[in-house]
């Protein structure tokens, strides 16, 4: 039995994974100060988890757009947070420093930019060229 991508599904189970316990590790702070931020912690916990099963299971376009959209979500809502700041969340305004954020923002990034490289490779005017990188000819 040949598993499709066993590098890149591994690579995105071990990073959603880390972006489910580093929300979880702030989460009980989130509820105490914020309870709407805690529930959006708890949606994307579940949802990273959910998305990690799936690609534990197969290579499925729907689990990589979703590896894609919720650390992209998180992402932004961090960067969000620390310039305007969210809704009953202004005590985070230019707080860019915090480790667990930092941590989350590199994470969160590297599963990004892993998902796009594998959606962009299924698109049918990209597929030609990305196979000629992965075999280390050049395209045209």
């Not at 988890?49 to 990589?64: I, Q, V, Y």
Request: with cysteine.
């Amino acid at each position: 039995m040949l598993i499709e991508r066993p590098i890149e599904r591994t690579l995105a189970v071990v990073g959603l994974a880390g972006v489910a316990l580093i929300h979880l590790l702030d989460l009980h702070d989130t509820f105490v100060s914020t309870p709407y931020k805690g529930w959006l912690y708890v949606a994307l916990i579940s949802g990273s988890l959910l998305c990690a099963g799936a690609l534990l299971r197969r290579d499925d376009s729907r689990a990589w757009t979703g590896a894609v959209a919720l650390p992209l979500g998180a992402f932004a809502a961090f960067i969000w947070s620390r310039t305007v700041g969210l809704p009953g969340g202004g005590d985070d305004i230019g707080n860019w420093w915090e480790p667990l954020g930092l941590s989350s923002l590199f994470v969160e990034g590297v599963v990004v930019a892993l998902g796009l490289r594998v959606l962009a490779a299924r698109l049918p005017l990209a597929a030609p060229a990305m196979r000629g990188l992965q075999m280390g000819v050049r395209t045209r």
